[in-house]
């Protein structure tokens, strides 16, 4: 499946974003897809994830923040942002996994990314 980001901008500490991660077409019964960012110089890492299987998944920095969620009837994923801090600068990526649907925050498990969308948050 072919993911599409958008919704990344610059923003203040404290301030909010809401990006989208629009799908080419339905997936499949049993997927998992999520969120991932990277930051200049450091590793990809996970963000949050849903999985039909697991529910959501949240990494503990953004934990009480960032909230996912999903419009299965427009193939799209969404990220919620909150009280956004310059430690969540990065490139944001969506990902996508089917036939599994574990929904882990490990990049690995999943074979599909989108271009991703730039955010910054200054301080």
């Known amino acids: 499946v072919q993911l599409v980001e958008s919704g990344g901008d610059s923003v203040q500490s404290g301030g909010s974003l809401k990006l989208s991660c629009v799908g080419s077409r339905t997936l499949y019964s049993v997927y998992s897809w999520g969120w991932f960012r990277q930051a200049p110089g450091k590793e990809r890492e996970g963000v949050a994830t849903i999985g039909t299987k697991s529910g959501t998944n949240y990494a503990d920095s953004v934990k009480g923040r960032f909230t996912i969620s999903q419009d299965n009837a427009k193939n799209t994923l969404y990220l919620e942002m909150n009280d956004l801090k310059p430690e969540d600068s990065a490139t944001y990526y969506c990902?996508?996994?089917?036939?599994w649907g574990w929904g882990t925050l490990v990049k690995s498990q999943y074979s599909d990314w989108g271009q991703g969308t730039q955010v910054t948050v200054s301080s």
């Open positions: 990902a996508a996994a089917e036939g």
